[in-house]
């Protein structure tokens, strides 16, 4: 049964409709984000960083991070949108970064070691957080949560 090794609550902020994790190590990641961005499907699994697509222009979504010893299962929940990537990480950390707004403050932590990952990304409030972000700069409206497990 698979066993739930951490859980990270943390804000992000999304501009132009995007934001990415990378590498914490920036020269672990060929192309930083935000090139080669562009707004389109709602996770891209690009080397060392994950693309994702936001149903708003300007906001505060919320990001879940679950790290687990082996895949667990879809957590429960109305999703609007799932994805399934897979993520080389070699500091073990994870940078969260807005197309414009660059990095957010804190890193997200893996793992101490280097480990290619397996993640699943389910998010929702994507329509309430389009029509929302029209009048003003919503917070926590879009959820996300990513459960990361080790590639075996």
Known sequence: MPELLSREEVPVEVDFYGFALQDFDDGQVPVGFPEGWERGPFLTSRPGRLDFTSGGHTHTATLVIEVWDSEPSEPAGNWEETALAAIACK??????????????PEPVTLSDGSETWQIRAVCSGR??????????????????????????
Do not use: I, T
């Not at 969260?96 to 990095?103: E, K, L, M, Y």
């Not at 329509?127 to 075996?152: D, T």
């Open 127 to 152: 329509g309430e957080v389009e029509a929302a972000a029209r009048l003003g700069v919503p917070e926590g409206v879009e959820r996300y949560v990513l459960q990361f497990w080790p590639h075996s």
């Open 91 to 104: 500091s073990g950390k994870l940078e969260a970064r807005g197309v414009a707004s660059g990095p957010m």
